[in-house]
């Protein structure tokens, strides 16, 4: 069993994938549950109060709805639809996912106790077709929580399966066993270097990864994808027609964390809370 596994086991390349981990019925509780959080979001905006209205009522399938939805405010109101996502980790429908099979198998992944086991997310991440603006070049998620020494990244499909075609996440297998450094900047590629909106890169070159051999997440909906703090990964562009949609999170223990603070994104050199004679387990 998966759950009897430890994680130099389970994630001995630096990810696992656990094949039909997530019961249909509770992904599609989720799936309405993210359509009417931004349902509500849109209808706020007296502008597209009538579309919204008329989306509504076409009693189309949930992906649909959201597909709608996201075209419809993606251009003039960007910022209106990256406020949704903080309202996930506060739904109690999204957080359902965390139930307890997933509990049990990260707590003992991360050798962690009931009351330290930490969950950052749900988010969304959400790849539009042919858009670069949305996507990360190779990089760690180490690097972007460099104080946080004991967490693993959780990832999977919604809506719809994941493959090549519709952009899914790939990685560099056995990477984590190597600390690269990186370069960082906003922005995808040096057109759209500083721009609004587009993501921070932490970005990893491709060169210093040539002898990993790439590993593509082709994933069915209801999989569950875990994978190192220290995996090198990217996103990858969405050639098909349709959006593709993948839910993140981060599980993770401060036990061992030489900071103070409670932020997940803790940063050394000023972004940080620590003080002297701090004492935990060195690894």
């Known amino acids: ?32 549950c993210i359509v009417d959080l931004y349902l509500m ?22 992906f649909d709805t959201f597909s709608k939805i996201y075209e419809l405010m993606e251009t003039e109101d960007k910022e209106a639809l990256y406020q ?15 139930d307890d099979k997933f509990l049990n198998l990260v707590r003992n992944l991360l050798k962690s106790s009931s009351n330290t086991l930490l969950i950052d997310g749900p988010a969304l991440f959400v790849n539009r077709p042919n858009t670069e603006r949305l996507l990360y070049k190779w990089h760690s998620e180490a ?14 499909p919604l809506f719809d399966n994941k493959s090549k075609q519709s952009g899914t996440m790939s ?8 600390d690269f450094p990186f370069s960082d900047y906003q922005g995808f590629n040096r057109n759209s270097q500083n721009l609004a909106n587009y993501f921070v890169q932490y970005e990893i070159p491709s060169n210093f990864l040539d002898k990993f051999e790439e590993h593509w997440c ?66």
């Open 41 to 62: 979001q849109a209808q706020k905006i007296g502008e597209y109060q009538a579309t919204i209205k008329h989306i509504s009522n076409l009693q189309q399938a949930n």
């Open 84 to 98: 949704v996502q903080k309202f996930f980790p506060s739904s109690p429908t999204m957080r359902g996912l965390f």
């Open 171 to 178: 990685f560099k297998i056995a990477s984590h066993k190597t």
């Open 218 to 283: 082709e994933t069915k909906r209801g999989d569950l994808v875990i994978f190192d703090r220290n995996l090198v990964h990217r996103s990858n562009l969405n050639l098909s027609d349709s959006y593709s949609v993948a839910l993140v999170a981060r599980v993770w223990d401060p036990t061992d964390d030489l900071t103070l603070s409670g932020d997940i994104a803790a940063t050394p050199y000023g972004g940080n809370i620590g003080r002297s004679n701090l004492s935990v387990v060195p690894f």
């Open 143 to 156: 690097h972007y929580y460099p104080k946080r020494r004991r967490f693993l990244n959780i990832w999977l």
């Open 1 to 32: 069993m998966h759950e009897q596994l430890h994680a130099g086991e389970l994630l001995a390349d630096g990810f696992t994938t656990i094949t039909n981990f997530f019961a249909i019925e509770l992904l599609e509780k989720i799936e309405k």
